[in-house]
């Protein structure tokens, strides 16, 4: 009685550059990026908003320290994870309503999702900068 075992052939690692998402995808793992990287960040942000509105002396270091370049770039990706956040939190609360489960609503509010927060980063970036 002999029993014929066969290797199954399995990847022994995980190409994640092969891997093609869908856009909605995508979007699922910047929402949780995001929200991943304002969580990281907040004590830095309420730091920088009692420094604002602390006394006139702390604000005019708030207004040191914002007025670097470095900074100012940090804070548009966070003015950035802050509006896809909310994007996509309103998208994934719409779809859990049952409420374009579709594959083409989906792919629609997805892109949606990326537009929208994106054109608001710009507007919110430009008084920034």
């Known amino acids: 009685m ?3 075992i066969l290797k199954k052939q399995r990847p022994k690692h995980l190409a994640l550059n092969e891997i093609r998402l ?5 979007v699922s793992i910047l929402h949780r990026v995001s929200g991943a990287g304002l969580f990281l960040m907040l004590p830095v942000l ?9 006394s006139p002396e702390s604000y ?21 994870a802050y509006l896809h956040h909310f994007c996509a939190g309103i998208r994934f609360l719409l779809l859990d309503l049952h409420v374009g489960v579709d594959k083409e609503s989906s792919v629609k509010s997805a892109r949606m999702v990326l537009i929208v927060s994106l054109v608001l980063t710009a507007l919110l970036v430009t008084k920034l900068w």
């Open 2 to 4: 002999t029993e014929v």
């Open 46 to 54: 309420l730091a920088l908003f009692g420094a604002s509105v602390g």
């Open 22 to 26: 869908p856009l909605a995808g995508k």
């Open 60 to 80: 005019a270091e708030f207004a040191k320290i914002v007025g670097n370049p470095f900074v100012k770039l940090i804070l548009s990706g966070l003015v950035w």
